[in-house]
């Protein structure tokens, strides 16, 4: 069983769309949470953690469940500049150990 | 700061032969990881150190793949003799606890090396 587990889409959605990404994790001793965004043959980037509260920034806002290990990523008045591959992440081993997702694709079309 | 350094960015080699992939870190950071991104397996953590010692090397292939960080500004790994299903791009990143007020569980990457083996 994977890590971590995401739909690899691809989501295609018009300009100014709401969408939301979900992945489940199958450790439930992990420790850290992320979202990271891979543009087309470029490296990862960090695009923000994930607390157990939630958190927002800006359009983007993360949420955590623990009890139901999932992640969700909601991105609002989607730009076309958002379109990416949207990397799940989770850490254990003291938070250094990263597993990923396999990524969801997300195509935003004018 | 440049960023966490790679090189060579493309390699292309033939069945058999030793592969060397470079790394720097970002200037400071104890952490360095290096990673291999497939379409088939996503992106796997092959090995990561912590101030220049191997901590957890449980996700390196096999006997082929062996990893160094002689100091803490310099990481390779190599591949001998590589065989065509280790095309894949490799990406090493690195990150840092020490820094006072920052976000240290954020790891930067590379650009990658993009290694493909005939």
């Known amino acids: 069983r994977k890590e971590v587990e995401q739909d690899p889409g691809p989501f295609n959605v018009p300009e100014g769309a709401t969408v939301a990404f979900n992945c489940t994790y199958s450790?439930?001793?992990?420790?850290?949470f992320f979202w990271y965004r891979q543009d087309c043959r470029k490296e990862p980037k960090l695009l923000m953690s994930v607390y157990s509260s939630g958190n927002e920034d800006g359009r983007f806002t993360a949420q955590l469940n623990r009890a139901s290990q999932y992640i969700s990523l909601l991105i609002r008045d989607s730009k076309l500049s958002d379109s990416a591959t949207y990397l799940c992440?989770?850490?254990?081993?003291?938070?250094?150990?990263?597993?990923f997702g396999s990524g969801t694709k997300l195509n935003v079309k004018p | 700061d440049a960023g966490v350094i790679q090189s060579p960015r493309h390699e292309v080699t033939e069945m058999g032969q030793e592969v060397t992939l470079r790394c720097k870190p970002i200037s400071g950071h104890d952490y360095l990881f290096w990673y291999r991104q497939t379409m088939m397996r996503g992106l796997e953590l092959l090995i990561y150190f912590n101030n220049n010692v191997p901590i957890d090397d449980s996700g390196m292939p096999e006997d082929r793949f062996s990893a160094k960080m002689p100091n803490a500004s310099f990481s390779t790994l190599k591949i001998q003799p590589s065989e065509p299903r280790d095309s894949a791009v490799y990406f090493c990143?690195?990150?840092?606890?020490?820094?006072?007020?920052?976000?240290?569980?954020?790891?930067?990457f590379g650009p990658g090396t993009r290694l493909t083996v005939l």
């Open positions: 992440v989770v850490g254990q081993d003291n938070f250094n150990k990263f597993y």
């Open positions: 450790n439930s001793a992990s420790q850290s």
């Open positions: 990143a690195s990150s840092s606890r020490r820094l006072a007020g920052y976000r240290g569980d954020e790891q930067f």
